[in-house]
T-cell receptor
Framework: GQQVMQIPQYQHVQEGEDFTTYCNSS?????IQWYKQRPGGHPVFLIQ?????EVKKQKRLTFQFGEAKKNSSLHITATQTTDVGTYFC?????????FGDGTTLTVKP | DAGVTQSPTHLIKTRGQQVTLRCSPI?????VSWYQQVLGQGPQFIFQ???????GRGNFPDRFSARQFPNYSSELNVNALLLGDSALYLC?????????????FGQGTRLTVV
């Protein structure tokens, strides 16, 4: 997989505020996966994006793949305490998945 | 259906020792991948096996080895343990090579090297 960089590293929000994490690459990516890892848990697959400009929604979560397929974002609307955790993006190529270092979200009730 | 199962859940070893970690994929899944996750970082790819053959290898020293059995379960072996090998070791399974992008992770084995 290609190297992917995530920003920000940490994000603290008040419950009800929105949250966005970004995933960037210097090269074109064939795909992007997003995972969520709760504290003390394991990564859980959320979604995969493969098409240029693709947008997918899961309830309050919106995932986007950039037109140039070099960046992606995950946006959470009206965060809840259940959203806490670390969100990772990953790229998979020839059987090898390369993960970013994640964005850790904390939500203040 | 059982998810991906890993054993043991926790392990403490001494420098220089050897360790074997085990993984059972989801029933019907033929691909198993291994990752090392150090605190504060994303999972780092170690190996990928499909149909008992190694299909991918990450940038890890030869002290790390793995294999997949006919029932698709897998073992990860680490020899001559170093303090820096302390990490969460994650196993992920996928149904086919084509679906490698949707990986299901086990709970991991927390290895501490002292």
């Amino acid at each position: 997989g290609q190297q992917v960089m995530q920003i920000p590293q940490y994000q603290h929000v008040q419950e009800g505020e929105d949250f966005t994490t970004y995933c960037n690459s210097s090269t074109t990516l064939s795909n992007i996966q997003w995972y969520k890892q709760r504290p003390g848990g394991h990564p859980v697959f959320l979604i995969q994006l493969v098409k240029s400009g693709e947008v997918k929604k899961q309830k309050r979560l919106t995932f986007q793949f950039g037109e140039a397929k070099k960046n992606s974002s995950l946006h959470i609307t009206a965060t809840q305490t259940t959203d806490v955790g670390t969100y990772f993006c990953a790229n998979t190529n020839a059987g090898k998945s390369t993960f970013g270092d994640g964005t850790t979200l904390t939500v203040k009730p | 259906d059982a998810g991906v199962t890993q054993s043991p859940t926790h392990l403490i070893k001494t420098r220089g020792q050897q360790v074997t970690l085990r993984c059972s994929p989801i029933s019907g899944h033929k691909s198993v991948s291994w990752y090392q996750q150090v605190l504060g970082q994303g999972p780092q790819f170690i190996f990928q096996y499909y149909e008992k053959e190694e299909r991918g290898r990450g940038n890890f020293p030869d002290r790390f080895s793995a294999r997949q059995f006919p029932n698709y379960s897998s073992e990860l072996n680490v020899n001559a343990l170093l303090l820096g090998d302390s990490a969460l070791y994650l196993c992920a399974s996928s149904e086919t090579l084509a679906s490698l992008t949707e990986a299901f992770f086990g709970q991991g084995t927390r290895l501490t090297v002292v």
